[in-house]
């Protein structure tokens, strides 16, 4: 599988923004998904994760409010609608994906995660 994240970009704090991730392949929804981010100087962290039907979802508690992960299997899409942007969530975003029998496991740990894609850069200014 590949990941091609989009989206990411320069926005005020208090403002929105939507980051996507496409993957290549026919299995994608064989896979849990989830959004991590890292910022520099700092581990990367988990922010959502979705099952591979999309009924169960997590959030780390920084983005519980403001964050709605999403995924479109028929286009082998997930999306992370942020809202409410905050200076602290500047850093790069990644996705990941990670092969799960169950439809409604979720992945909350890097090293759960089989796949990743390559980042994109979300910053957020005052």
């Known amino acids: 599988v590949q990941l091609v994240e989009s989206g990411g970009g320069l926005v005020q704090a208090g403002g929105s923004l939507r980051v996507s991730c496409a993957a290549s392949?026919?299995?994608?929804?064989?896979?849990?998904m989830g959004w991590f981010r890292q910022a520099p100087g700092k581990e990367r962290e988990f922010v959502a994760t979705i099952s591979r039907s999309g009924y169960t979802t997590d959030y780390a508690d920084s983005v519980q409010g403001r964050f709605t992960i999403s995924r479109d299997n028929a286009k082998n899409t997930v999306y992370l609608q942020m809202n409410s942007l905050k200076l602290e969530d500047t850093a790069v975003y990644y996705c990941a994906a990670g092969a799960v029998s169950s439809i409604v496991t979720i992945r909350r740990r890097v090293y759960e995660y089989d796949y990743w894609g390559q980042g994109t850069q979300v910053t957020v200014s005052s």
């Open positions: 392949g026919r299995s994608f929804s064989s896979y849990a």
